[in-house]
């Protein structure tokens, strides 16, 4: 987005990818549905980003859903509004958008580099240094724009490298963190270690739905509403991203984190107690639960990974957890399995242009900057709007000098 920015300002722009290809991390984004955006509105969009809204509010109310969706279409690539209120192309898939964008950079007369990894500086004359096909190499720019992403899927080139570069140079950086992640249980069985193994033989990647979640620390009319999968070691999915955040920085305070499920939203409480305290004959405690009030075998089981025994035989205590399942969380999955990465370039170390404040004509975009949001498009849109802010800003810096090539 940033080089697209700087070509359009008649900037000459060398853009440069560890990777073979360009854009792999995106492609992989478009896996089952390339989610560009959200279409809900732009103050609740912007609440998304918790307490980095205020400081992200500039670059992405100039660049938010409207935006990106007419800068799709500009690529030839229409979009829609699903059912959840997130945006698709219409095909769904990341690879024509991907192709347009390359053609339309490369029209522009941006340079494409690939299998180039950027090392820092040279220390005697600046110059960026690349590992490169041919070596080491050296490349003046006068100024540079750094989208180097975080440390999740390191195999698709953003692993991390480039923060011992920058911290050397002073920038300050918060430590890299996984978000949008799993989690492991903490074990449900003495000397166990997370799952039973009837739970993670039976029921490891099957979806749990539908439910609802909260924190702990949260009222029931907070819960949100959703799925997530149960996995080997714990858990992860779409309704355990919403809530990532949160169950990582509380798992940091205090060792551990207890997420709690509604596992029949559908259902009052009233109703639920009325059905735990039917009498059920000589009928197993699950087939009462199935006929009466629709558990089935994996919601079961999760009842007997948490509760005892004399637990599920008090009717009250069934109906509570019914409708307030603990399940308590030790840890989160390892950054390089998470769908994103929090932590770091601290965005106060940055001009409102996206300008390093201590490295003059070195500007930061998207996730290698120090915010963190939910699934849903506002990953995507927060690197959009970042880079394009960079990129303004390096254009409006380059023309305070003479002519130059931009990196």
């Known amino acids: 987005m940033a080089a697209e920015v700087l070509a359009e300002h008649g900037v000459p722009v060398d853009l440069f990818d560890a990777m073979p290809s360009v854009g792999r991390k995106f492609l992989l984004a478009g896996r089952g549905g390339l989610n560009l955006t959200h279409s809900e509105r732009p103050e609740s ?10 400081a992200l509010r500039e670059a992405i109310s100039a660049f938010g859903a409207e935006e990106v969706r007419r800068w799709a279409a500009g690529l ?35 340079r494409l580099h690939t299998r180039h990894r950027w090392k820092g500086w040279d220390p005697s004359t600046g110059d960026l240094l690349f590992d490169a096909p041919a070596g080491r190499i050296a490349h003046a720019a006068q100024a540079v724009v750094l989208a180097l992403g975080g440390a ?22 918060e430590p890299l963190q996984p978000a949008n992640c799993g989690f492991d249980v903490a074990p449900t069985r003495a000397g166990g270690a997370g799952w039973s ?10 979806p749990v739905k539908p439910v609802a979640a909260r924190m702990d620390t949260q009222p029931p009319e907070d819960s949100r509403q959703g799925e997530f999968v149960l996995t080997e070691t714990g858990i992860e999915g779409s309704l355990v991203y919403a809530f990532s955040a949160r169950l990582r920085n509380e798992i940091a305070r205090h060792g551990r984190a207890t997420w709690i499920i509604d596992l029949l939203p559908q259902h009052s409480p009233a109703q639920v107690l009325a059905e735990t305290r039917r009498p059920r004959g000589s009928r197993s405690l699950s087939t ?33 957890a ?25 965005l106060e170390a940055l001009d409102a242009d996206g300008m390093l404040r201590d490295l003059p ?11 963190d949001a939910p699934t849903g498009g506002y990953l995507l849109t927060a690197c959009f709007a970042t880079g394009r802010l960079a990129g303004q ?14 990196g």
């Open 45 to 54: 969009f912007l609440a998304r980003y918790g307490e980095r809204s205020s």
């Open 76 to 110: 030839g690539v229409e979009t829609f509004v699903g059912t959840s209120g997130r945006v698709f192309p219409t095909d769904m898939k990341a690879a024509p958008l991907l192709r347009a964008w390359l053609h339309r950079l490369r029209a522009a007369g941006v």
């Open 152 to 173: 999740s899927w390191p195999r698709l080139g953003s692993d991390g490298t480039w923060v011992p570069l920058l911290a050397a140079r002073g920038v300050p950086i």
């Open 197 to 206: 193994d009837h739970v993670r033989q039976r029921y490891a990647g099957q």
């Open 288 to 320: 009462h639960l199935k006929s009466r009030l629709g558990i089935a075998a994996l919601k079961m089981a999760l009842l007997h990974e948490v509760l005892s025994p004399q637990q599920l035989d008090d009717p009250e205590r069934l109906a509570t």
């Open 322 to 346: 019914l409708k307030a399942l603990p399940l308590t969380l030790a840890r989160p999955r390892p950054v390089e399995e998470a769908i994103s990465t929090a932590g770091g370039v601290r």
């Open 361 to 371: 004509g070195v500007f930061c975009a998207g996730e290698m900057l120090d915010w």
């Open 393 to 406: 800003g390096a254009a409006r810096w380059l023309r305070q000098r003479p002519p130059a090539i931009a």
